[in-house]
């Protein structure tokens, strides 16, 4: 079945260091893939999302690309912030059906 | 306004009891979902609903009852809580099912002691 798979956390950063958070998945057909995050107390919101191959999403400035041939979506940021500090999620889901795979998560932690 | 809200957002229990929680969207959207996230924040689909049909249910005891009476709304009720069930609940919508990304509640905190 389908699956994603993330990089083990807890990442710690200093402010203003480079982020990388990794997610590979496998699906059959040709899924979307989103990246969630969730601040404490909080649901999850979408970050970024990208529905076919080479496809970047962005937003802000956070960045992934939909890599089809090493089935990667991974995320980036240049410059991170302390209020960047959240769990990520990466997720996918495919055309005509109603479940989402997600990652188990990563959380980040950026201090100032 | 409140795209996706869930109430209550905190529930304290005994074990056994019966309790449920409501989930409401302003989206208009067809689909909605139950999850459960753990401890270690793994999140876990529980049911889809899409206008009012139930489409998936993912091996959850059938002490969980999902109720949609209608597209904005999907409830849930917990038969004879179990410790277990000690989680975070999120609610969430798509637009449709496939390629629409998800908006979710805030989630309900429940503590079963």
């Known amino acids: 079945g389908d699956s994603v798979t993330q990089m083990e956390g807890p990442v710690t950063l200093s402010e203003e260091a480079f982020l990388t958070i990794n997610c590979t998945y496998t699906?059959?057909?040709?899924?979307?893939l989103f990246w969630y995050v969730q601040y404490p107390g909080e649901g999850l919101q979408l970050l970024l999302k990208?529905?076919?191959?080479?496809d970047k999403g962005s937003n802000k400035g956070f960045e992934a690309t939909y890599r089809k041939e090493t089935t990667s979506f991974h995320l980036e940021k240049g410059s991170v912030q302390v209020s960047d500090s959240a769990v990520y999620f990466c997720?996918?889901?495919?055309?005509?059906?109603?479940?989402?795979?997600f990652g188990t998560g990563t959380r980040l932690k950026v201090l100032a | 306004d409140t795209a996706v809200s869930q109430t209550p957002k905190y529930l304290v229990t005994q074990m056994g009891n019966d309790k449920s929680i409501k989930c409401e969207q302003n989206?208009?959207?067809?689909?909605m979902y139950w999850y459960k996230q753990d401890s270690k924040k793994f999140l876990k689909i529980m049911f889809s609903?899409?206008?009012?049909?139930?489409?998936i249910n993912e091996t959850v005891p059938n002490r969980f009852s999902p109720k949609s009476p209608d597209k904005a709304h999907l409830n849930l009720h917990i038969n004879s809580l179990e410790l277990g069930d000690s989680a975070v609940y999120f609610c969430?919508?798509?637009?449709?099912?496939?390629?629409?990304?998800?908006?979710f509640g805030p989630g309900t905190r429940l503590t079963v002691t």
């Open positions: 989206l208009g959207h067809d689909t």
């Open positions: 969430a919508s798509s637009l449709q099912g496939g390629n629409y990304e998800q908006y």
């Open positions: 699906a059959t057909g040709y899924p979307s």
């Open positions: 997720a996918l889901t495919s055309s005509g059906t109603y479940k989402y795979i």
């Open positions: 609903y899409n206008n009012k049909e139930l489409i």
């Open positions: 990208a529905t076919k191959a080479d």
